[in-house]
């Protein structure tokens, strides 16, 4: 058996550690296709979940481009629906997976409304605004993609042998551009990620108009946990469309 990590939290919901496990393995599927790689769950418990440790290098110019490859491979796996059979979390705070074939509708409600009570009633206004027009702002029609939901830097990993991997997910039936939106929000990713991306599978057209929209979610949930530091940029988002 492999070498395990162990991720505690002594506070977890009953769910939490099992939402992880199947968004991981759910993930993991697609690995041998050439999706990401992702740790394999050794064990999980009520408070605590166990998977494979991975033995990290500083990432790289080739790590990039490996990456975005992989990742192309995983949205393409696709999903039944938006949304998935199980409860999500992102980081600590609950996400509604209910699913839906309206990506429109999905996003507005389950990604953006439920945490817009961090926020005063105009800047609720504001971004209320932009979720009114969101059918004539979101692009072409996408099926649903295998996304992984969390997509910052310090959730992908890379190892020695030249191999990228994926952790701590809110997997589910989403946009691709999602992803991508919340790769370029934090950055740590190098121009050839996204060059090899749009190589294997190329992005609708306009999806550089539609970053800010993508982006609305994981600035809300960064308003929710941290406070005020965020909440400009979400509305600077949000005005993006006036």
Request: charged share 25%; aromatic share 10%.
């Amino acid at each position: 058996m492999p070498a395990g990590f162990v991720k505690t939290r002594a506070d977890a919901p009953p769910d939490f550690f099992t939402a992880e496990a199947k968004g991981l393995r759910w993930l993991g599927e697609v690995t041998p296709a050439g999706g990401p790689h992702v740790p394999r769950v050794l064990d999980v418990e009520r408070h605590s979940i166990t998977i494979e440790r991975v033995d990290t290098v500083p990432w790289s110019h080739a790590h990039d481009e490996t990456f975005g490859r992989a990742l192309a491979t995983l949205h393409r796996a696709g999903a039944s629906t938006f949304g998935a059979p199980w409860a999500g979390y992102i980081g600590p705070l609950p996400l509604d997976n209910t699913p839906s074939d309206d990506w429109e509708e999905f996003y507005a409600t389950r990604r953006v409304e439920p945490y817009l009570d961090a926020l005063d009633e105009r800047d609720r206004r504001t971004i209320r605004g932009v979720l009114d027009r969101i059918d004539q702002l979101s692009g072409p029609p996408e099926p649903p993609s295998r996304i992984h939901g969390d997509l910052w830097r310090g959730n992908v990993l890379a190892s020695a042998d030249g191999r990228t991997w994926v952790i701590d997910p809110a997997a589910h039936g989403g946009h691709r551009e999602t992803d991508l939106a919340m790769m370029r929000l934090f950055g740590g990713f190098g121009p050839r990620a996204y060059d090899a991306y749009d190589e294997a599978f190329p992005l609708g057209d306009g999806w550089r108009d539609r970053i800010a929209l993508h982006q609305l979610h994981p600035l809300l949930v960064h308003v929710s946990l941290f406070g005020d530091a965020y909440r400009e940029q979400a509305i600077a988002a949000a005005r993006w469309y006036e």
